[in-house]
């Protein structure tokens, strides 16, 4: 699917097919997650992480079936497709924001996503402990979202984040590699 | 137009749905209203279950229809046909075309499959026309917004738990009989 | 007329025959056939048996989008597979003259070992003229 195709889609089921809410409601109710998973693993911020991945990947699993349902898109031809419908449908759809596909593999497994804003962060600073700065990614969330969403599109995929502003880096990238297609699975008992 | 049944198989090959609106024929079949429900939504949890609850009424029928297969058993098959017809499919003309629907001479089978590997497949009358709109249509309206949406359903179905969602049956039942009585 | 192949499988499921006519499927080795030959034999016996209305025959019709086939058995246990494109109309009839063409140039043939795939180079011969006449 081309890039301006898949712009149109997005843009089109964002505008007619999709309830809104208040964006507040959800920056403050994802904040008061993150904020409440720091205070109960008392500042052990790499378990934050894997727990934000962890409730990402569940919200993936069920999310996938709304998108087809709601987009009517098939499957994706190739990696660089699965990557296009991700930044321009998917995003669009459920935070009407675009990130940027860039920094292509050369073997076209990975790539990367910029994201210009992100509305998960709204007025979010760090804490200043000096390890948050370090240690805690802050939208871990959507990392777990693409990962339970791929997997049930048969793609076995890694999303972690390199770079956050909310870290004083210059831009928020999400780095996506596919590690697997998943095969078919057969009924027990055949070979 | 009868509609004779109704599964959806998930994509680890487990049948998560079962429905049957057949006529006396179906011994064990009896309770296939929604509060026989649960006894068909637990598909592959073993016989001994649907044959006690359903006993002194099926032991009559058992023995006018001894050839009758119970509901797993069925499902089973049925997930067989669909699964290896829908591989020759794709065997023979490219992993782009998909399985639609077959025909004998008593009835017809429509099936659908999302990009999740989530596979309806709907048994009717062999006049039936194509009912993959309305395979698409439970997807996305009565599936994904009851089942999927549903925090409390479970993803995924470890000993064919199955789906067991109120409003997704009902929702199922009143849509079938708006399709039979088009 | 697009017929775009013809199988034909003998009692037991096994493939004695197949042929290409137009474009349209993929092509496949004959090892490959031999196992779809074998796996629609199980398949057609279990349509039948899933029938929710007792008595039930085995498959008919199969559909795709992007081809559609017609499996017609003869009361001796052939089947006659014909592929075609979706909407063509009268595949019955095809089936018919196929079996026909069968009749003639394979079973009459008293060369013809029964059960055992089909080589008989008249039956290839009127086949084809019947399924794409102007070549």
Known sequence: ?191 | MPIYSFYIFDRHCECIYVKQWLERERNSLRPTTSSGASIINSPLSGAPDKRISAGTIADQSLRTAPGRLSVQDDAKLVFGVVFSLRNMVRKLSGPEDNFVSYRTGSYKLHYYETATNLKFVMLTDVKMSNLRVVLHQIYVNLYVEYVTKNPLSPVEHPGGEGVAVELFELGLDRFVQTIQEA | MVILSILILNKAGGLIYQRDFNEGLKKLSSNDYLVLAGTFHGVHAITSRISPVPGSGGLEVLESDQFRMQCFQTLTGTKFLVFAEPHQPNIDVVCRRVYELYADYVMKNPFYQIEMPIRCESFDRHLMAYIKPKQ
């Open chain 1, 1 to 191: 699917m081309s890039s301006t195709k898949a712009a149109r889609i997005g843009e089109e089921v964002w505008k007619t097919r999709i309830d809104k809410v208040n964006a507040e409601l959800v920056t403050l109710t994802y904040g008061s997650i993150v904020a409440q998973l720091c205070k109960d693993y008392e500042g052990d911020y790499m378990e934050v992480n894997k727990q934000l991945d962890k409730m990402g990947y569940n919200i993936g699993l069920r999310l996938i079936e709304d998108f087809l349902a709601k987009t009517n898109t098939g499957r994706c031809i190739n990696f660089r497709d699965t990557a296009e419908t991700i930044s321009k449908i998917g995003f669009k759809v459920f935070l009407n924001i675009t990130p940027t596909v860039t920094n292509w593999a050369t073997d076209n497994k990975q790539f990367s996503l910029v994201f210009e804003e992100n509305p998960l962060a709204d007025f979010v600073e760090l804490p200043d402990d000096g390890r948050a700065q370090n240690e805690l990614w802050y939208s871990n969330i959507l990392c777990g979202v693409l990962r339970g969403a791929l997997e049930m599109v048969q793609m076995q995929v890694d999303a972690h984040f390199t770079s956050d502003v909310l870290r004083g880096n210059e831009t928020t990238e999400m780095r996506v590699s596919l590690i697997r297609i998943i095969d078919d699975e057969l009924p027990p008992g055949d070979d």
